[in-house]
């Protein structure tokens, strides 16, 4: 072996080790760039030769920069995001209906509901008392006021969920975007090599992977050439290079819908924070918001009852004390429309919401949305009356089968609520015509609806009824905070298991930054020591 | 284990975090004083605390209605004591003529109080509380008895809630607290006078009877006043009762132990100060320090 194998040998050593000192410098520049997986040089020592029956090294062969990763983690990741984003869209819009109900700050409504009813036995206490009775229609304004406020701000969150479901869909489109940019550049950067990864590419890929996970929850899988395709509710997202866009549109409801192609998928997305905002959105409005509405209507429905029966010290009877209650409707039909909604029976309202179905173009069904059952049928005929538990709808024009009609007597009772009376002469506290003005026994029947225990609320009392209202909500808000603290304790063990394998260790790398300098520098002895040598032989 | 550079931060920002989430939490509750800030808190105790509301605000409804009611039949006790007197008086110049040895002229003295007694009488009749007639039963904005003795009311029976299942009658009908035997005391008075005036001995010696038998039934109507003013205090007393308990109660179930809270919150400030130590040690330590 010559002098010129020691020239060899210290040149692939300046080599490796200026590589490793490029890489290690790498390393720290990115020891905040988030999702970065350290990496490493593997240096491999050289095929050696036989010199006289000895093996003898040619430095350093094969250097390979390698990513610290670990793929069954990675996967965790993604899967722990899915329930993350879940958990953190729901805290974040329960905890805005909870601050609504927060009855620990005297917010909602048990105030001014206890005092209406007190408000009647006042009136009952004195029922010629003129102030007694303009106190009872202020406090009654009082309740509807903020059962009206409460409403709107349970309204504005939930249109909030649905603009955000619309920024979800934006970011989703986005990153799949991205992501399918990435596939195409990493198949091209890997085309042809067996080993060496698109490292920097690939994490930039997992990155947007990750934060494509907190948005929604998605399946999928990697393909020889190094592209990734991505399956939400089934449908294809990304595939190769092409990414495919999720829309959305707003439904009579006011709900935002997620459509793929002409395809309705917003139930199937179940988790991340796009599932998250869809879930809470029925949790609230199902729950919450139908509560409430339940509740007022019933309130307006049982005082009116009652207040018709009553006489005012004017001797007017037969008055609603509330505005009387109405009949909403949506309609999912082409051809077909409702011309008339009414109630035509106070008493026999149920307080549910229904729906008719045309089972053919000729007959249909009506159906009790809250217990499920069939209320109702028959053949329909144009401006025909539909009656069913002491409501009455008329429809109209051409429905076809398919069509549906949707009937509801909550819908917008909040927003609509009034005090009828105006004219403090016109409360009933009477029950009798001929007992005014002493007769309080309508008002007492008034104020004893406080104790009654409704049909329409389950049988219990508006109290109850309430006090269970605001149960819900924060057994709601509290199971989805303690899920969201559970889901990111988990996603910062993971990310932990991750640093411990990929994250960049300052100490680390600043030991590597010594061992290798000092290699280079020993490497460029190598060449001096053979310069040396060389000119040894030279000067003979 | 591999500690990476930043699982060194990570742990410190969390810690630091749920320290101050932690102090934030014990902050409220002394700031506002309540251990439920908010529904989700603790369930159970926010659906509890609600309903201690809602039963103290109706006990201190009821509890403003029994005020009230006690006021109306204490008003009627004093009216029907004064008619008590009244009749008593009356009585006494029945006695006095019944031995039928007054003068003429005496008789009519006599006569001419007892007219007024019986003005006296019909103006306690038309009493009012507030403005409310109160032995009108419901016609309340009606005299009881005009001029001629007829009553205008009603037997109505005007009824308080003074609990969830108790209601009580705050009035007497003038039908029964002014009449005895199918007579107003009215009309025995007036009997009472035309027979002083034409020294009727027999009639004078009646109406001692007719008298003797109003003072019966004003004790009779004072008695049954009594004993709704005795359970009207009575309920009062429990109403009391029951509002102390429940206050007693919701403080316990949401009222904050300021001693306890201020004691966690100085807990969680040495534990952050501390936290706040070894974290500026252990990120400020590193390799490169000491090369």
New interface residues.
Partial sequence: MSIFGIFDIGRSALYANQLALNVVSNNIANVNTPGYNRQDVVMVSANPVQIRGDFVGRGVGDVDVVRHYDNFIFLQIIGQKHSYGLSDAMYDALSKIEQIFNEAQDLGLANVLSEYFNAWQDVATNPEGEAQRAALLEKAKALLQTAQQMESDIVETLEGVNDEIRDVITNINNLTAQIAEMNEKIVQVEAGLSQEEASYLRDQRDQLLTELGELVDFTWYEDSNGAVTILVAGKSLVNNDKSYNLTTAVDLEGNRHVYYGGDDITDFIKQGKLGGLIAVRSDISDNVLFGLRRMIASLIKETNIIHRGGYGLDGSTNNNFFGDLQIYYRVYSQAGYISSATITDLSSLTLDEYEIRFTSDTDYEVYDLQTGSMVASGTYTPGGNISFDGINVVIDGSPVQGDKFFISPLTGVIEDASVAITDTEKIAAASSLSDLPGDNTNALQLAQLSQQEIDALGSSTYEDYYNGLVSTVGIMSGSAYDSLIYDDNMLNELEMKRQEISGVSLDEEAVNLIMYQRAYEAAAKIIQVADELMETIINL | ???????IY?MLT?SLNSNLRELTKYSEMLS?G?K??????D??G??K???Y??NL??VS?YM??VD??TSYLSYTDTVMSTVADGLTRAREIAMEAANGTLSDVDREILAEEVDELVNNLLNLSNSKF???YIF??????TQAFDSNFNYQG?S?E????ID?NA?IA??IPGNEAFVTGGKTYFEILDDLKDALLSNDITTIQNSITEIDNALTQVSKIRADVGARLNTLENKKIALEDREYNLTVWLSNT?DADIAEVSNEIAKLEIALQTLKLAGAEAVSN???NF?
């Avoid at chain 2, 009108?136 to 904005?141: E, L, N, R, V």
């Fill in positions: 284990m591999r500690v990476s550079t930043f699982m990570n969390r506002t309540k439920i800030t908010k529904p989700s808190d369930v159970s926010m659906s605390a609600l309903n509301k809602f605000d109706e409804q403003s209605n009230e009611a507030g403005n409310r009108s039963g419901y016609k309340t904005d009603n109505g005007i009824m308080v809630m969830r209601t705050i009035n949401q590193t390799l490169l090369l």
